[in-house]
C-alpha cells in the first residue's frame, strides 16, 4: 500500500459545526502532516506530527485542533471556522531522516472545505 | 520571505517538445530539492529528487538540474506529452526538517 487516504473529499460546514477530517497511511511513515492549500498558492503547513507526537505547530489558530491516534491515523478536527479557512486541507507522509529527505512527502488527495 | 521562488507562474509548450520550469532558492541548507506535480483536486504527486552534492538526476523524461553556486535548479521535460499539463513545485527542505515549497508553475501542453 503506497497511498495516503482522505476522507472525506468534500465537506461543507457552518461556522458554529464541528466536523473532523481523516487520513490514514500504511506504508510505516512515522512522520504525518497536515497542510492547507488555498487556490494558486502553494501548500502550506500546518502540523507535523513524529513518532506520534506533535513536533511542530505553525501557529495554527486553535479551531483546528490535530491528533495522532496511532502510527497509521492522522485527524485534523474543527470546530468554529471561518469562511477564510475555506480551502484543499492536504495530509501527507514520508520516512524519517535522509530516505524522507530523498523522496519526501507521499500526499493525499485532500479534502476539499467550504465553510459557509 | 520566500526561500524557494519560480518565477514563471505559467508556461505553454507545445506536444513533442522540451519543457524547462525553473526555480531559484535563498537558503544555501537545503540537502535536498523535489519536484511535485499537481492536478486539480488532488494531491501533490512526487515526481523527482536531487541531492545537494548532485548537479544532475534523470528519471525517464525527467531531468531535474542543480546549480548551487548560482541557487538555481531546473526541471527538463523531453519530450513534453498532453498529459503533462499540470502545476509544478519545487521543494526543499529546510533545516528544521521542513519541506519549503515554491509557488508553483502552471505547464500547459498543446498538441
Known amino acids: 500500500d503506497t497511498e495516503v487516504t482522505q476522507t472525506p473529499k468534500h465537506l461543507v460546514m457552518g461556522m458554529t459545526n464541528k466536523k473532523s477530517l481523516k487520513c490514514e497511511q500504511h506504508?510505516?511513515?512515522?512522520?504525518m502532516y497536515w497542510y492547507k492549500q488555498k487556490a494558486k498558492k502553494p501548500p502550506e503547513l500546518m502540523f507535523v506530527?513524529?513518532?506520534?507526537?506533535?513536533?511542530i505547530n505553525e501557529s495554527v489558530p486553535s479551531r483546528f485542533s490535530p491528533e495522532c491516534p496511532n502510527s497509521s491515523l492522522l485527524n485534523l478536527h474543527l470546530h468554529a471556522l471561518q469562511p477564510e479557512d475555506s480551502a484543499l486541507y492536504l495530509c501527507?507522509?514520508?520516512?524519517?531522516?535522509?530516505?524522507?529527505?530523498?523522496?519526501?512527502?507521499?500526499f493525499g488527495s485532500g479534502t476539499r472545505l467550504t465553510v459557509v | 520571505d520566500q526561500q524557494v521562488k519560480q518565477n514563471s507562474p505559467s508556461l505553454s509548450v507545445q506536444e513533442g517538445r522540451i519543457s524547462i520550469l525553473n526555480c531559484d532558492y535563498t537558503?544555501?541548507?537545503?540537502?535536498?530539492f523535489l519536484w511535485y506535480k499537481k492536478y486539480p483536486a488532488e494531491g501533490p504527486t512526487f515526481l523527482i529528487s536531487?541531492?545537494?552534492?548532485?548537479d544532475k538526476n534523470e528519471d525517464g523524461r525527467f531531468t531535474v538540474f542543480l546549480n548551487k553556486s548560482a541557487k538555481h535548479l531546473s526541471l527538463h521535460i523531453v519530450p513534453s506529452q498532453p498529459g503533462d499539463s499540470a502545476v509544478y513545485f519545487c521543494?526543499?527542505?529546510?533545516?528544521?526538517?521542513?519541506?519549503?515549497f515554491g509557488t508553483g508553475t502552471r505547464l500547459q501542453v498543446f498538441p
Open positions: 501527507a507522509s514520508s520516512q524519517e531522516g535522509s530516505p524522507g529527505h530523498l523522496y519526501g512527502y507521499t
Open positions: 521543494a526543499g527542505w529546510d533545516y528544521t526538517d521542513k519541506l519549503i
Open positions: 536531487i541531492s545537494s552534492i548532485k
Open positions: 506530527y513524529s513518532y506520534e507526537k506533535l513536533s
Open positions: 537558503n544555501s541548507m537545503f540537502d535536498y
Open positions: 506504508m510505516g511513515h512515522r512522520a
